[in-house]
């Protein structure tokens, strides 16, 4: 989009070269004469060459001085130069289009050119043919550049013949070398650029710097991607002293310092070193390269002091220090160095990344000729100061991602050469009004991406318009609206337009979206109150990637858009109608398609199965009726299918087993009927079912543990007319953390092998989907609720309301990382599992409505996080435990309809506790643990149950935070505890 300030010396440097050499160049004004032998090497080398564009159609005739890209010395007549070097566009990859590109062979004719000095083939293409080994005997040869030309293989190590070589370019081409051996001999050589030759195979040898040192004359030597994995810290003596320009950035040098003969190119003008590993401080001696204009040394692994630089700042154009960690040491001395200089030289300043935690500095306005400021991704706070204006010759300014909490001054809009303008992800505050915009009349792309939502007012008059023509706006979470004001819709080269969370609950120009929509790429309008309906005309959006229109009030049908877009969200609106039976017509490349949360009616087109690379379909909670994805191809490659709260019917449909990629499926709260289809287990990557609120019956197939291998993290059923025994083989399943089997007619036992649900017993993590939320129903403490966020972080098993029998496995406690167990309103008889106390994270455990039987174990006591408790309607005996977290459930229904239950907080009282009071309870606690563990736990144990149980309270908001940091810092601990042992 711009361009991007590069000190180019190589081509001043080629223009001093050209014009100063003591060579005989041609000159076009006298007519020379050319030479038979040499046209006739020409008129042969043309011959195996491919011209597809007929560039050399200009090589006829006897005077081969006057051919295209030919020129021969004015007195002898001798062909001195070939410039054959093909204009842009120039082939990016050796299959591409060919452009203006030669490609063919190189004939050995070229010999007979023995006064050839200069030699230029670069950007064509030669599909990969080595480099001619003869080009090592064309002994006169000063110039070679054979740069993006698509040769291919070994260098040949012939080239080091060619000693009379000032200028060698091969770079960004298949080109691999050994060694530099051959580089050695070639003493006169002033400019080297072997930029991407791979020289990975000189592994830990650091010989190839022996070879460069061998070129005294060196001007400018360019190793950038080579794949160096060494470089000598220390050399002998260094050669090329009078060296420019080095470039030896992206390779895998990794060391624990710099190199210390670099000091020692004291008249370097220029020096990039990104993308290395140095670890260590940025070097004082950087201060002997007085003549530095341009360092660059980004994600190299500097730290520490950034004011060791300053004896450099006054003579630098381009700074570039992104990426490194120097955690605002030295930031003081370096801006006051910077702001003082006598001249100010610096263009540009890129100091993303490094950890920079101050205010910025309100000097910044001094460096009157900056042009590119990048300053992301730090921890940059407070305002932007009022200087900012001064700046007149910026162009970009990037402050996204920083803790910025305040305003922006209206100085911003004296900027007229302003193109970017990056403000994302900071905290502003405070008013934008015409005067911040006033003067940006260059301005192409602003950013204004606030956390705090709406604590950024645009107040600018309704009809204003500004003096730019953006090209991208991204606003999130500032206020723009309530209307689409001129000034937004004045801007009509729009190509990527975010207007998310803005407040603005106006309907969309026509005319504006009409004139946009043959440019949009990106259209994102998330989360405001935008209202009325899309134009209905069909249009065609071919550039568009992405529509996000989801959150809004949009109504009217669904938009019969013709575009090539992946992304379609309409989520949470008002439209209504069917799902166009063409929609695989309209946008053939869709990807996702997110329709939740609105009123369309009719039936799901089949046609999405059939579509090449769609992905996800999530229409939850419409209208949606009739039969579902019944005829769906292998060649599908959906993953997400959600269609939950619809009215879809008929059977479960046996099309879905040939979703081999198939993920989540989520169709709860329809009318289907009908068994889980067999057809099912051909989905070998599925981590999610969702088959709750349905007519589905019939037992759960035992396939459905698969293999060990199975992903399946959520088997909700409930709600259905499932029977039978729950399978052993759901044991299998390793990453299960959500079992909900509730209201069903499922009877036998609880398998005993339940201790081999390994996600509830050790932390395995899963992946979410990207884009896509998941949600689901749950009962958890109690309640009825939705998850969707969070869903990932519950673990749960609820058999609730079934026809189980037997007694409950004693395994179930080795399930440590449990957040809910429901087994209530079964048969279950025996015992509660003695060792209930392991089950360290059990926040909700409800066994009412059994026939369990004998006492309830003390261990129960020791469950800190339990804010949920029903043990009613059994047949338990004897004295309720007490103590620690059980101090806080003091609800008497916690234990009614059990006749043999006594003591607190039931009113039966046990025989002989006339007496008993709180203070008393380290008596009855009888774990063992030593007292200091007792009153800790007793203390987090109210902490905490007083926090489940009485969380309205109103306390001081400061406080409230206080305590829940305590709460997640003890949670956190525990985990640690936990995984330790
Ligand atoms: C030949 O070219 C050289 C270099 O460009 C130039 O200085 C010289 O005047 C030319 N000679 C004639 C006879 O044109
Ligand atoms: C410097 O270059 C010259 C000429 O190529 C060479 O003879 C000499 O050995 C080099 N010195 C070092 C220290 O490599
Ligand atoms: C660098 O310069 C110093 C002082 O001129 C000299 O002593 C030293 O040998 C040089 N080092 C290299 C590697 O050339």
Known sequence: MMDIYRLNISHYFLLLFCLSGNIGLASTNVKSICIEEERQALVSFKQDLKDPSGRLSSWVGHDCCQW?????????????????????????????????????????????????????????????????????????????????????????????????????????????????????????????????????????DTNWMHDVNMLPSLLELHLSSCGIESIPLSLG????????????????????????????????????????????????????????????????????????????????????????????EGMEEFWSALTNCPNNTILELDLSGCGLKSELAAGLG?????????????????????????????KYLGLSDNHMNGSIPEGLGKLSELEVLDLGENSWEGILTEAHFINLTRLKAISIFSYDPISLIFNITYDWVPPFKLRSIDIRNCKVGPAFGVWLQSQTELQIVTLSSTGISDSIPEEWFLKLSSQLTFLTLSYNQIRGRLPSIELRFPYLHSISLDHNKFEGPLPLWSTNAT????????????????????????????????????????????????????????????????????????????????NLSGNMPSSLGELSNLQILTLNNNNFGGKIPNSLQNCPILKSIDLGGNKLSGNIPPWIGGSNGSMLYMLQLRNNFFSGHIPQQLCNL?????????????????????????????????????????????????????????????????????????????????????????LSRNQFTGKIPTKIGNMYWLETLDFSHNHLSGQIPQTLSSLTFLSHLNLSYNNLVGRIPWGNQLQTLTDSSIYVGNPSLCGFPLSPKCPGDDTFTTTDAKHINDDGNDELWFYVSMVLGFVVGFWSVCGTLIVKKSWRYAYFRLFDDIKDKATVAIAAL
Not at 238 to 257: E, G
Not at 378 to 392: D, F
Request: proline share 5%; hydrophobic share 35%.
């Open 366 to 394: 001094m460096l009157t000729n900056l042009q590119f400021l990048y300053l992301s991704s730090n921890k940059l706070w407070g305002s932007i100061p009022e200087s900012i204006g001064s700046l007149l010759s910026l």
């Open 237 to 328: 003596r260094i050669n090329f002293t009078s060296l420019l320009v080095l470039d030896m950035s992206q390779n895998d040098f990794n060391t624990s310092s710099f190199p210390n003969w670099l000091f020692n190119l004291t008249s370097l003008r220029k020096l990039d070193l990104q993308w290395n590993s140095f670890n260590s401080p940025l070097p004082g001696e950087l201060a002997n390269l007085k003549f530095l204009e341009y360092l660059d040394l980004s994600n190299s692994g500097v730290q520490g002091q950034i004011a060791r630089v300053s004896g450099n700042l006054c003579k630098l154009k381009v700074l570039r220090l992104e990426g490194n960690d120097f955690h605002d």
């Open 567 to 646: 992304i379609l969200d309409l989520e949470n609106n008002l439209f209504s109608g069917p799902i166009p039976s063409n929609i695989d017509k309209l946008m053939p490349h869709l990807q996702e398609l997110y329709l939740s949360e609105n009123h369309l009616n009719g039936t799901i087109p089949p046609c999405i199965c059939d579509m090449h690379d769609f992905a996800v379909l999530s229409v939850r909670s419409n209208h949606f009726s009739g039969e579902f994805l019944n005829a769906c191809s292998p060649k599908s490659i959906i993953s997400i299918v959600d269609v939950a709260y619809n």
């Open 734 to 822: 390793g990453y299960l953390r959500i079992l909900d089997l509730s209201h069903n007619n499922f009877s036998g036992t609880i398998p005993n092998c339940l201790n081999n649900l390994t996600s509830l017993l050790l932390n395995v993590s899963v992946t979410p989907p990207r884009f896509y939320t998941q949600q689901a129903t749950l009962t958890l403490k109690g309640q009825q609720l939705v998850y969707n966020t969070t869903l990932l972080l519950v673990k749960s098993i609820d058999l609730s309301s079934n026809n189980l029998q037997g007694e409950i496995p004693q395994e179930i406690s080795s399930l440590i990382l449990l957040g809910t167990l429901n």
């Open 68 to 204: 295209e890209g030919i020129s021969c010395n004015n007195r002898t007549g001798h062909v001195t130069k070939m410039d054959l070097r093909s204009s842009y566009p120039y082939p990016r990859e050796p299959d591409e289009e060919w452009g203006s590109s030669l490609g063919g062979k190189i004939n050995p004719s070229l010999l007979s050119l023995k006064h050839l000095y200069y030699l230029d083939l670069s950007l064509n293409n030669f599909q990969g043919i080595h480099i001619p080994k003869f080009f090592g005997e064309l002994k006169s040869l000063r110039y070679l550049n054979i740069s993006f030309a698509w040769f291919g293989g070994e260098i040949p190590p012939s080239l080091g013949n060619l000693s009379n070589l000032n200028y060698l370019d091969l770079s960004s081409s298949y080109y691999v070398s050994k060694n530099l051996n051959w580089l050695s001999h070639l003493s006169s050589l002033k400019y080297l650029n072997l930029n991407r030759v791979n020289l990975s195979s000189t592994r830990g």
